[in-house]
Structures are given as structure tokens and as C-alpha cells.
């Protein structure tokens, strides 16, 4: 994500922004920048791409600018390539209003389009820039930075947190915030804003939490918040008890229980912009019906995690489209001479949108004439660059090495990338389509359920932590959930694992079912649960111990049979999946925890793997 920071006080601002954006790089960005208020120079704008050190350099530590009021940026790229012109504040036409911006602006390109005509000249690509402009269209509507930030807000759609600085206000920022966090603080050398604790508790403890809604007045002398209609607002105080190595990590022990809370948020980003009047709309993707129907096969080519978000999508897209769906690993795809050609559809996946692995792969797929499009999570990366069609998941930067909102958003992109696929070649009824969308709609707030339920991981955890091998068993949609379950364990508790087809197991596997072995057996899948029934009786008369996953409608059943049990709502089965996959997260986080492991940074492991 972005990282935002403004300050108003009675200190020079550019080395308190600069030090704030420092103390926020771990939320990743790929350019930064800052915009100051002096008395004599007016507006300040300086912005770099890359690393912080070029914005200090450039700026010599902050010296160069003067002036006591100022925002700074760190930005994740969403909309527009990562660059310098791209990068935040951006400034208003007339040069008068600067601003930073985190979340993204849905309606933007109507906004745009609305306010060229009026004659504004944009000079960036981003859905933030709609909004400086906006602001001063409306500024010089009414002549009162306040109420033109009411209008504003009024007419853009999404989720924001928003830092302003007018040039006609000396001494006043101002704050806006929408489903993207943002807090003010009250210190003794003036008043801030900032995206998390991090970037100011060096400064102050004393903290705002902001909530949807509200609009703030910062100055050096302290805060005042306001709701949408501008009324005042009266807000607590709190006080971080934080370390400030902990408040990067939002107060959690580590990045990946960060991100996995984190995944309902992520999942909303990547698909409410998405989702409009019950359709599926994937701007920029343009690929025509006649296109699509000219798809003979359909290649999903990955690694990991990203691997496994094909082996899902495999299952749902082939319901979906009738159209056959291979998913191969990248490292194997590359060699394996494929049956690509011009009607073939490559879907390539990638977190980081840098694994070599894949990146070959997809050029190999180019050179035989397959249609590439990619599922990618970081703007401007070598394969959302060089696919001839990209999607981005908007999961924010992934820091952890086990992928889980990356993973959550790629998995979510797919089902609606297959639902939109399937429509236009007319292989999905009104009704199952109405039915999907729903259950994408409905899914933020149930992981948000899952996640309120983690007792029962836990415990299986301290019971099952110092086993040396666990096995995952599953079938259909199922199974593809269990192979990220068991990857996830193995890379972040060292501990062996196997997923397998349940229906696979008397061929040879269960001759590894001795007493005691636990297995995580899925029985989510519904057409299929009686089956994952018998094979958890199959393999507890073998002596295994048995923690089953399955649906809420379906645990009363299973927790007659299964030692343990955890429940996610029930969902469309396309869905599933990504409901299924959020328990078995949690139980490979708690059991590496147990362990005492190094959980963020695995051993042995990279985020991105840039080396065949
Ligand atoms: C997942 O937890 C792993 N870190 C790894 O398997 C990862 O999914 C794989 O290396 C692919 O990375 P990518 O999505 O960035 O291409």
C-alpha cells in the first residue's frame, strides 16, 4: 500500500516527511515524494522514482525546502506506471492544490474525461491526479478549500485517504478518509497525518484513529475533524503502547498475520472496481467475443502459490467455459514443447510479476503464438509489461515470503476472470452468473467471519506441532485448496507435507497412515462430501488423527466422525476455495509460531524468484 505523511507545526517539515516516509518503507513503493509550503516559495513539489535515498539526495535531506506545513507519499503503483510523473503529490492545474493520495478511485475515468473537456490538462495517468483536479475545479467554484473538499468527496467512488495542501492556506492540511486507514497526531511541535503509527511515533503517541466519513483540519495548534457534511466531530484519543519495530507490523508479531487479516480488504480492492450493477467489468481487458470464442484451449502457467490458484481455477473455469484448461508449472511449461498456438489463451499468475521461471514461460507461450494475459500484483513488472494483457490484484505489497492475500486476490481475479469469460461465450446461465457475483460481493465479509474463528486453529496447532509429516487430502476444488494448505506449512514450519486426491490415497499414500499421523482433510466441496466422509473414516482406521475442514452447514456432520473440526461460511463452490484456504493459512501460521521459526523469512526462501 501507500504510504501517506503530512505534518503542520512550528519545525522545517521536509526532514520530518522524509523521516516519516523512511519509517514506512516496509509497506513497499516503487516512487515517493513530498510537497512543502513556505512563506516565500510558495508550493514545493519534489518527487523521484525508486528508493527514498533519491528523494533525500534530490531534496539534500529535505534543506532545499522551506516551510513548516507539508505532505509526503510513498507509492505502491495501482493506476499508471511507476514513474516519476506518476508519482504522488500530485498538483492541481493551477499549481495551487497538492495532494497525496492511498485507495483507489473508481469513477476516475469519468471524472477525467469530464474535467478534460472542461479543458484540464492532466499530466499523469493516475486515478489520484483526478482528484487534486477536482478539487481545484470545485476551489474555484466556491472559493473555500473546505467545501470544495465536501463536493469532492461527494463525487468520487472508492476508497481514499487523502493529505491536501492549498497554497492560499499557511498553515492548514487537510485529511480525508475513506476504507483507507489514516491517523492524526497531536505532538508538541505541530500535528500530523500519517498512514500508520509508524511514521510518526518517533514524534508523538497521542493518535486519532479516523474513521470513513471524516474530513480533518490539521494545523500547528492541533486537529479538528468534521463528517461528510461538515459538522464537527468530537474524537478519542488514544495512545500507542507501541515498539516502533512492532508498529510496522501493524502491531502483530509478524507481516504474515498482518497480511492474512489483511485479506478481506485486499480482496474488496481487487474486486468491488469490478463488480458494477451485478456485472462483471474488467476495463482494459480487450479481448472481443469473437475473440473469445475463437479460444480453442487454455493454458494457466505459475509457480507456488500462484500454481496452485491455477489448479483451482482449472476446476472452475472448465464448469465455467466447457473449454479444456490445462494449469502447468512454468518451470515444466517452458520445456515441455506445449500444443500452443494463435486460438490458445495463456493465463499467466505472479505475485511479484519478476519470477523467472514464469516470465520464460510466457515468452515461450508469445513465440508459439498464444494470447498471454497476466494476473499480477505489482504495476509495471517485467510480465504485467510484456504479457499482451494484464490484471492487476490490488493486495498492496506482500511482504511476507508465504504468499496469502496475494494468493486470496489472484484466486478471487480468476473466478471473475472466468465468469467474464464465460459470459461471452454464453456457457454461464443469467441465474448461475447472478449467483457468483453474489457470492464475490458477499465474500469480504466472510473471510471477515473466518477470521474472527481462529481458536480451533490454534489448538490443533499446539497439539500437532512437533509432528514431523502432515498430509492434506481433499478432492475436486478441495484438493486444490490442499496444496496450498500443505505448502504453506512446509515453508514456514519446516515440517514435511503432502496434499493428495483423496480418492488417490489407496494407491500407495495410505501406506504412510500410521497411529497418530495427522491428516487436514477439506470437505468443503459439497457434490463430494459424502466421499471426504469415508475417507476420513478410511484413514482414521488406520490410527491418523483427523482435523477437517469444512462448510458450516456441513460440521455438524463432520465433527461426528473428525477428531477436530473447523467451519467457513457457506458459499457459491466457485468461492469456496477462497473461504476454505484462510483456516488452513492460520493453522500453518500457528504451528510455525509454536516452532519458534522465522516466519516472514523462511529459510531457504526469496519472495521473488528471479533465478531459473
Ligand atoms: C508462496 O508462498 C511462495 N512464496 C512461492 O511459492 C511463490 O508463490 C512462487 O515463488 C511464485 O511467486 P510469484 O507469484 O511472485 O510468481
Known sequence: MCGIIGFAGREEAAPILLDGLERMEYRGYDSAGIAVRGEARGLQIRKTKGRLQALADLTHGGADLEGTLGIGHTRWATHGEPNEVNAHPHVSENGRVALVHNGIIENYLEIKEHLQKLGVAFASDTDSEVVAQLLEYHYNECGNMMEAVGRCLRRIEGSYALGILCADYPDTLIAARKDSPLILGCGEHGSFIASDV???????????????????????????????????????????DWDVSAAEKGGHAHFMFKEILEQPEAIRRTLSPRLKEGRVVLEGLDLTAEDVRRISRIFIIACGSAYHVGVVSKYNWEKLLRRPVEVVLASEFRYCDPLVDENTLVMVISQSGETLDTMAAMREAKRLGGRTLAVVNVVGSSIAREADHVLYTWAGPEIAVATTKAYSTQLAL??????????????????????????????????EQVLGHMEELQYAASRYFNHSSIFFIGRNLDYAVGLEGSLKLKEISYIHSEAYASGELKHGTISLIEPGTLVVALGMYGPLFDKAMSNVVEVQ????????????????????????????PDTHPVFQPSLGVVPLQLFAYFVALQRGCDIDKPRNLAKSVTVE
Do not use: C, W
Open 541 to 568: 482406521a488406520r490410527g491418523a488423527e483427523v482435523l477437517a475442514v469444512t462448510t458450516e452447514s456441513r460440521l455438524e456432520k463432520m465433527g461426528k466422525t473428525a477428531g477436530l473440526t473447523a467451519a467457513v
Open 198 to 240: 509508524t511514521a510518526i511515533i518517533k514524534h508523538t503517541r497521542d493518535v486519532i484513529y479516523m474513521d470513513d466519513g471524516e474530513i480533518a483540519v490539521v494545523t500547528p495548534n492541533g486537529v479538528s475533524v468534521f463528517d461528510d457534511e461538515l459538522v464537527p466531530v468530537e474524537k478519542a484519543h488514544s495512545q500507542v
Open 414 to 447: 480468476m473466478n471473475l476472470v472466468g465468469l467474464y469469460l464465460a459470459d461471452l461465450l454464453g456457457t454461464v446461465s443469467g441465474e448461475e452468473y447472478r449467483a457468483i457475483v453474489a457470492a464475490a460481493e458477499a465474500l469480504p465479509g466472510q473471510l
